[in-house]
Antibody, heavy 120, light 107 residues
Framework: EVQLVESGGGLVQPGGSLRLSCAAS????????MSWVRQAPGKGLEWVAN????????YYVDSVKGRFTISRDNAKNSLYLQMNSLRAEDTAVYYC?????????????WGQGTLVTVSS | DIQMTQSPTSLSASVGDRVTFTCRASQTIDSYLNWYQQKPGKAPNLLIY???SLQSGVPSRFSGSGSGTNFTLTISSLQLEDFATYYCQQTYRTPLTFGGGTKVEIK
């Protein structure tokens, strides 16, 4: 069974940092692109970043470029999101997502999400 | 960036109704269009990928169509468990963008 379990969320002050982790199991992690998607309270979905199987390619939404860094450790079946210079508008539930191989890069498995709150 | 526009933003319907949502891309995305269902407090769930392919385990009352810039999601006979918010998403080019969602409520 595919499982994605996020951790690391919490309350942080504006300008602070946080590192999210996602533990993957039930599939060959190193074979898949992975993404982070966020959802602000009461709002829609926003793709944040993704990373290629070997970590050689990374892409970000403009609003987090230069502040967030996506990374992965295939030996540990783990995905990470380092978030620096956090702003109030980064407050959201952050989902770890697998991009399907045979499904047009659709997001076929999602974690349960971890809440990040940026507030003083 | 490719903008995704969904309509309507919300609709009221009854069990058994046939409902159709639309999603429009600001430029062509071929068939790189996916649909997700999200219930309150839960992660989204993939329904349709590549515009018209039904994800494994999703009931056959869900169907998708379209290509280029115009896409539709249809529920042939609405069930109680289908009351939720539906999002379209393009995976043609980064940044990967979602539509604003269509919320389906009970009439």
């Amino acid at each position: 069974e595919v499982q994605l379990v996020e951790s690391g969320g919490g309350l942080v002050q504006p300008g602070g940092s946080l590192r999210l982790s996602c533990a993957a199991s039930g599939f060959t992690f190193s074979s898949y692109w992975m993404s982070w998607v966020r959802q602000a309270p009461g709002k829609g979905l926003e793709w944040v970043a993704n990373i290629k199987q070997d970590g050689s390619e990374k892409y970000y939404v403009d609003s987090v470029k230069g502040r967030f860094t996506i990374s992965r450790d295939n030996a540990k079946n783990s995905l990470y999101l380092q978030m620096n210079s956090l702003r109030a508008e980064d407050t959201a539930v952050y989902y770890c997502v697998r991009e399907g191989i045979l499904t047009g890069s659709s997001f076929d498995y999602w974690g349960q999400g971890t809440l990040v709150t940026v507030s003083s | 960036d490719i903008q995704m526009t969904q309509s309507p933003t919300s609709l009221s319907a009854s069990v058994g109704d046939r409902v159709t949502f639309t999603c429009r891309a600001s430029q062509t995305i071929d068939s790189y269009l996916n649909w997700y269902q999200q219930k309150p407090g839960k992660a989204p769930n993939l329904l349709i990928y590549a515009a018209a392919s039904l994800q494994s385990g999703v009931p056959s009352r869900f169907s998708g169509s379209g290509s280029g810039t115009n896409f539709t999601l249809t529920i042939s006979s609405l069930q109680l468990e289908d009351f939720a918010t539906y999002y379209c998403q393009q995976t043609y080019r980064t940044p990967l963008t979602f539509g604003g969602g269509t919320k389906v409520e009970i009439k």
